[in-house]
């Protein structure tokens, strides 16, 4: 049985226990505080020295890191990745644009205001542009379809779900980008997602 | 043969070179200048709504953006991805970190110094400590080993290489950290690159 650390605010830790729960992979949680530094500890820096959740713990005692290189070691072989290529490759491309141009926004500005208490008029403007452009463009390339990659539930979709539907605690209106409106309920049912928005 | 769109000064541009080169991949090359926003026009725009290189493509006409998809893409069934699936997920874990931790404090830094002009003194203090913070782990990670994963070359090495080896153009001092400095010129030599540093 594998073990997840993780803090149940990190969208990209619950990427992987959604990913387990879709698979039927029995896993145990264990939590570990973002907000109390509990990523910085030394028994923790000796499992990631990277400081970051999450990781797992496979049977053997050895780790994994990085949210995304996690969710594609469990679901090897499985319908969460594509059969075609290109497919493959598209999902692959979603994935790093998630780590880059995504997660680095949408999931800092929702910390900032909801976990720091950070007024929202105070966070970084050129931040929240940022978010707003890579709502425009999943909202964009969502536009006529059910999932980001060749009409299948992708970890692609496991990915980006995760802080989209959390936009709204950084001040963003799903609403505004109905695609993605749409396609995030979609994914909560398909998933499916049990923790509440 | 596939057409690579890039900037001959971003080095995930010339991941995707290398990436070709060593598996004797036929390419076209066109030139996309950044610091001009040729990645801003509108044609640039229509084969990838992110406005970045490098982007390829295929054959028929399909494009694929984001350098770690691209090379994965084009080195599947090749010996730069291991075949083991632990391993793998190790060069898996490696990718995503370097897009999340890496090519956003080194690569940024160098753009800033080396493109723009910014005097060094003025860039941010905590992009410098994040991309220190990265060097240093990357050193404690290689020291005693010559690739990244599985004593064997792979993708991980040939991503994280890209930004590593121009570190000093943002003022790094890559002889701070031995095991980096060692590693960058066995894969250097491993690819091999023929671009001077």
Redo the contacts between chains.
């Keep these: 049985m594998i073990t997840i650390y993780g803090d149940p605010i990190s969208g990209n830790c619950l990427k992987v226990k959604w990913t387990c729960e879709r698979l039927a992979i029995p896993f145990a949680w264990i939590d570990v505080n973002v907000v109390n530094r509990e990523t910085r500890t030394d028994a923790f820096l000796a499992m990631n ?2 400081g970051q959740v999450p990781i797992i713990v ?1 049977d053997d005692g ?1 780790t ?7 969710i ?2 469990l679901a ?1 072989g499985s319908a969460l990745i594509p059969a075609d ?2 497919d ?3 999902m ?2 979603w ?3 998630e ?3 995504h ?2 926004s949408i999931a800092v500005v929702r910390f900032q205001v909801k976990y720091l208490g950070r007024p929202r008029a105070e966070v970084d403007a050129a931040l929240i542009a940022k978010a707003e452009a890579a709502l425009g ?1 999943m909202d ?2 969502l536009e006529g379809r059910r999932f980001l990659v060749a009409d299948q539930l992708t970890l692609a979709d496991v990915a980006l779900v995760a802080y989209t539907r959390f936009a709204h605690d950084g001040g963003f209106v799903l609403a505004d980008y109905p695609a993605v409106d749409a396609w995030v309920r979609r994914v909560e049912t398909e998933l499916p997602i049990k923790e509440p928005r």
Tied chains: 1, 2.
């Design positions: 020295p990277a496979l050895r994994l890191a990085q949210s995304n290189a996690i594609l070691h090897e290529p290109y493959r490759a598209k692959f491309e994935l790093f644009w780590q880059y141009s997660e680095p463009l964009r390339a």
